[in-house]
């Protein structure tokens, strides 16, 4: 990593003029954010653009658009606003912890407190939260939303903080209340709850890295509107279940190449066990569906060299480059962003095939 970079990596960010989502390389420093456009798998430079950090605020988790819960906004001291959403849980939370830091790094005791947040939601492997919404939509043993008031006004089909916390110990999703609240924290973040009214909303937008999720008996909840949205019989013939039922192992952002054009696109890519595929995602459609994939079962995968452009492999790319090749003789040429996180994926998906 270059001299006085603090992070860098693919995020996807929301444009200013016409609002379509473009995956951007982001380089961040201590006082800059710095933002480049990326054609045939390289970095162009100079900068597309860059967010200067001083003054700026941030907002953590920001639940501005209801298609996309990974995102990150800030809003500078010229009060500009800038949306970028991470591949991941892990990932937005990384950025947000730097992000926050070099816009405090003058103020040594918020960076002490961010040190004490880093890493407060970790969700335990076992649990599935899809199982955990279903459960909480039974009619016999779930949560039932009625109507709410808060200061004065009525909300229907919401239910308390505290009832939920207290679901979830009785259900044994968690053995603790603090558990309880940090497990809510992450389905509300993952866009299968929403707040609803003033106090539950506040909580939301105070931008701490804490948890925000509030055990209360005036804060109301309710069901993300997403996760009752039926696929249509198009959608549901064309993806299959069964290959999008195992458990997410990793994902990140990974450049491909196209099998037809031979152009190189960013992708969000998805590993998932039990059973083994690999699916990818376009970043700047909102819908959260696969727009490829392929079992891992009988598949090869390995690291090719950075001298020269190997065979198959077109464009100017930057290198750090793995090859998969399935059982049916497809092959797939994918770059990562580092030679660190090449070898990552290439262990992670050996142990799959």
């Not at 196209?258 to 696109?265: F, I, L, Q, S």
Request: charged share 25%; with cysteine.
């Amino acid at each position: 990593m270059e001299d006085g970079v603090l992070k860098e990596g693919f995020l996807v960010k929301r444009g200013h003029i016409v609002h379509n989502w473009k995956v951007r390389w982001f380089i961040l420093r201590q006082n800059t954010l710095l933002y480049y456009k990326l054609e045939g798998g390289r970095r162009v430079a100079p900068p597309k653009g860059r967010i200067l950090l001083d003054g700026c605020t941030i907002t953590c988790p920001c639940l501005d658009y209801e298609n996309r819960p990974l995102l990150i906004k800030l809003k500078t001291r010229t009060s500009t606003e800038y949306f970028l959403e991470a591949c991941s849980r892990e990932e937005r939370d990384a950025w947000a912890f730097e992000i926050t830091g070099a816009i405090h790094a003058g103020q040594p005791g918020k960076v002490q407190q961010l040190h004490i947040l880093k890493n407060s939601f970790k969700l335990p492997p076992h649990i599935s939260l899809h199982r955990i919404v279903d459960k909480m939509h039974d009619s016999s043993s779930g949560i039932r939303p009625s109507p709410n008031m808060e200061q004065g006004s009525t909300y229907k089909k919401t239910f308390l903080g505290s009832s939920l916390v207290d679901w979830l110990i009785s259900s044994s999703f968690a053995a603790s209340r603090l558990e309880a609240v940090t497990l809510a924290s992450v389905l509300m973040e993952e866009n299968f709850l929403r707040p609803v009214g003033v106090r539950s909303m506040g909580a939301i937008r105070s931008g701490d890295l804490s948890e925000q999720f509030l055990d209360d008996s005036t804060a109301l909840y309710t069901f993300a509107e997403s996760y009752r949205k039926k696929p249509s019989p198009k959608e549901e013939i064309s993806l299959s279940t069964v290959e999008l039922s195992g458990l997410v192992v990793k994902q990140g952002f990974l450049s491909k190449q196209g099998h037809k054009r031979k152009n190189w696109k960013v992708r969000r890519f998805v590993l998932r066990r039990d059973p083994a595929f690999l699916h990818y995602y376009d970043p700047a459609k909102e819908e959260n569906r696969p727009v490829g994939g392929f079992s891992l079962r009988g598949s090869l995968v390995s690291a090719l060299e950075d001298n020269g452009v190997p065979t198959g492999v077109k464009g100017n790319v930057q290198g750090n480059l793995f090859k998969v090749i399935t059982k049916d003789d497809i092959r797939y040429y994918i770059q990562a962003s580092s030679k660190a996180e090449r070898a990552e994926w290439i262990e992670a998906i050996k142990k799959l095939t």
